[in-house]
């Protein structure tokens, strides 16, 4: 078990993912900055599927940034930092050029 979480664009490809053990705190994080706590089921996600606006995904990245600019590195110390911040990156860009993205939580 373990939470796994793509990004998509219009097309259906996948565009990010992060990849959580069942039992790593950090996967809240992400389901956190995405007000998404409703599609997480403790051990993984609940296979549901959301859509993100540009400014939904501005205000994830940024709060994610705020809220651990303070407690981490975000250049590579903490691999989980990392992926978060990376995952965020590539889901605002799509969003970006697409008007929105898909972010499915398996």
């Known amino acids: ?6 990004g998509y ?3 259906g490809r996948k565009i990010a993912y992060a990849r959580f053990s069942m039992s790593n705190y950090n996967a809240d994080v992400l ?4 007000d998404s706590e409703e599609h997480n089921g403790g051990v993984s996600g609940v296979g549901a599927r959301s ?3 540009v400014t939904q995904m ?5 709060e ?3 809220s651990h600019e303070n407690k981490y590195t975000l250049s590579g110390n903490d691999p989980d930092n990392v992926q978060i911040k990376e995952f965020l990156e590539n889901c605002l860009e799509t969003a ?7 972010v499915c939580f398996a």
């Open 1 to 6: 078990m373990g939470h796994d979480i793509f």
């Open 9 to 11: 664009n219009h097309a």
């Open 31 to 34: 389901y956190k900055v995405l």
């Open 51 to 53: 859509t993100f606006s």
């Open 58 to 62: 501005e205000h994830a990245l940024q």
């Open 64 to 66: 994610f940034i705020h």
């Open 96 to 102: 970006q050029k697409e008007g929105e993205v898909e």
